[in-house]
């Protein structure tokens, strides 16, 4: 079992930009949340998906935005790239209801100029 | 929203030395997990302690949910102890929504 899988690993990228990150959730895992820790910081609640819809949000704007697909992978994507958007994004999996048996990926370093 | 606290916000120590972190939290939740980050930036689950204590080799933790704080116990530190450690703790009932605290950074030297 290759866990949670992460693609890109880093990332370059200038302000106004768009940026898709992917993540491939735990075998048998069926919800995917993402989360963006800046520099220094907790990582942050982004969204979450389950059964390909987003569940719930947190305080982001809508140039963050996602999707699963029926193999419960997921892409986060981000338009008009700002500077603090620089960050780790993290994405976590786990059976649905089941926060306790969260596994987290590897991430994607986003950096953006 | 609820507020996560952790404190110390750094820690150094030396190999073979005890310490104990600390998490506090500003609502009841019904989940709370500790996690370590190491310096690559990969996430760990250490606990799921909702409440009580559970121990995990050198590592222990204790949850007071009705005082809303946890504790991480580390003894005989190792240089591989070296990250930062986050709380996590989930409000509502199966929301998966984690919301981490502000990180104690601890670095241990031989």
């Known amino acids: 079992d290759a866990g949670v899988t992460q693609s890109p690993t880093h990332l370059i990228k200038t302000r106004g930009q768009q940026v898709t990150l992917r993540c491939s959730p735990k075998s048998g895992h069926d919800t995917v949340s993402w989360y963006q820790q800046a520099l220094g910081q907790g990582p942050q609640f982004i969204f979450q998906y389950y059964e390909e819809e987003e569940r719930q949000r947190g305080n982001f704007p809508d140039r963050f935005s996602g999707h699963q697909f029926p193999n419960y992978s997921s892409e986060l994507n981000v338009n008009a790239l700002l500077l603090g958007d620089s960050a780790l994004y993290l994405c976590a999996s786990s059976p649905a209801g089941e926060a306790e048996t969260q596994y987290f990926g590897p991430g994607t370093r986003l950096l953006v100029l | 929203g609820i507020q996560v606290e952790q404190s110390p916000p750094d820690l150094i120590l030396q190999e073979g030395a005890n310490s104990t972190l600390r998490c506090n939290f500003s609502d009841s939740v019904n989940n709370l997990q500790w996690f370590h980050q190491n310096p690559w930036g990969q996430l760990i689950n250490l606990f799921y302690i909702p409440s009580g204590t559970k121990q995990n080799g050198r590592l222990s933790a204790t949850t007071v949910a009705t005082e809303r704080y946890s504790l991480l116990y580390i003894s005989s530190s190792q240089t591989t102890d070296s990250g930062v450690y986050f709380c996590?703790?989930?409000?509502?009932?199966?929301?998966?929504?984690?919301?981490f605290g502000t990180g104690t950074r601890l670095q241990v030297f031989p």
């Open positions: 996590a703790v989930e409000q509502g009932y199966n929301t998966d929504k984690l919301i």
